[in-house]
């Protein structure tokens, strides 16, 4: 795998939208450290945060970065960035559950129709691979930030059906809960933990976990197999809300607050509905089209998943105890 991974990222030009977020910085790290791309292209609407980021990695002449101001709503925009481009990582997104749900056009118009944008722009311009970054909320969503990344998946996979002589290949990835990204609730058990208390929603409360260099790597690793029109799913530890607060501030106080308005007690990377077209990959499972476009020769000898099956976080057969979960913390 890795000289396929090679083969994609050393001399190519390399985009990821939203790249001045959490995971952005971390597969910026990861991509200049370990491999070799003509041009990285931190496409972002925040200058500050952009600005932030050239203090780390300077777009100097002899640099490979380069940075440019744009939003995935702005379909020319996307256009003028994706001149040349090989390969588009798209991470660009409202992800904030209550803040989606407060501001539900808003979501709509970033995460729906951005999606679009970007699909529409990697064909105008010739892109070879676009990988989305999708969410576990996507399945079976219950608030709007699922339903909008729900509907940004069946675009990425449905625009393999009308590429044509472009041959531009789609897919996504769906995980759960990224450790240390800045919507996680780490930070702010940390920041609670000050003040010798912490809130919690439900003890009751399950989610899977990945720490940023896992969804970093995971993402790398899905170019090199990506045929077009998969979404894959890592597999992935669970973790009760009540251990991770142990973890991040042993010995407070806690409140119970109550499910936030969109939240579930558990969620679900895959729902029984899905299972029919899934298939075990060993370190993943890929969800796989069931359009006429989709050959069955893709990914041959994978073994499908039990039909029915579900993969849910209060189900999970792995679990993170407290230990586990503070050296995930570091790591993460």
């Known amino acids: 795998m890795a000289e396929m991974v090679d083969s994609i990222l050393n001399g190519s030009s390399l985009l990821i939208t939203g790249g001045t977020g959490s995971?952005?910085?971390?597969?910026?790290e990861m991509v200049y450290r370990d491999y070799h791309p003509?041009?990285?292209?931190i496409f972002s609407r925040d200058e500050l945060k952009q600005h932030i980021m050239r203090q780390r990695w300077p777009d100097s002449a002899e640099s490979s970065i380069r940075y440019f101001i744009g939003d995935v709503r702005d379909h020319q925009r996307l256009k003028r960035a994706f001149e040349g481009v090989d390969v588009v990582i798209h991470a660009a997104a409202l992800k904030q559950v209550p803040a989606c749900e407060y501001n539900p056009s808003e979501a709509v118009r970033t995460n729906v129709l951005g999606a679009l944008n970007v699909i529409e722009a990697a064909l105008d311009c010739g892109v070879k691979q676009v990988l989305a970054l999708s969410s576990d909320k996507a399945t079976s969503p219950y608030n709007l930030y699922g339903a909008t990344k729900l509907v940004a998946e069946k675009l990425f996979v449905q625009a393999n059906s009308y590429r044509g002589e472009h041959g531009t290949r789609f897919a996504c990835v769906r995980y759960g809960n990224v450790v240390g990204s800045r919507g996680s609730v780490v930070p702010l058990f940390r920041e609670q933990a000050k003040a010798g208390r912490i809130t919690i929603t439900d003890p009751r409360m399950t989610r899977f976990w990945i720490t940023l260099p896992q969804a970093a790597q995971f993402v790398v690793?899905?170019?090199t197999i990506m045929?077009?029109?998969e979404v894959f799913i890592p597999r992935l530890p669970s973790c009760r809300i009540a251990d991770?607060?142990?973890?991040?501030?042993?010995?407070?106080g806690v409140e119970h607050i109550g499910i936030r308005p969109g939240e579930k007690l558990a969620e679900s990377m895959l729902s029984e509905?899905?299972?029919?077209?899934?298939?075990?990959l060993g370190d993943r499972y890929a969800i796989l089209p069931t359009h006429p476009w989709w050959s069955n020769g893709n990914h041959a000898g994978a073994k499908p998943v039990p039909d029915g099956w579900c993969y849910r976080s209060d189900l999970n057969d792995r679990w993170l105890d407290v230990a586990e979960l503070r050296r995930m913390i570091d790591a993460g």
């Not at 003509?38 to 292209?41: E, L, N, P």
């Open 23 to 28: 995971f952005g910085n971390k597969f910026i």
């Open 227 to 229: 045929q077009g029109g």
């Open 221 to 223: 690793s899905c170019l």
């Open 273 to 280: 509905d899905e299972s029919f077209s899934t298939v075990d």
């Open 38 to 41: 003509r041009r990285i292209i």
């Open 244 to 252: 991770l607060a142990e973890a991040v501030a042993p010995g407070c």
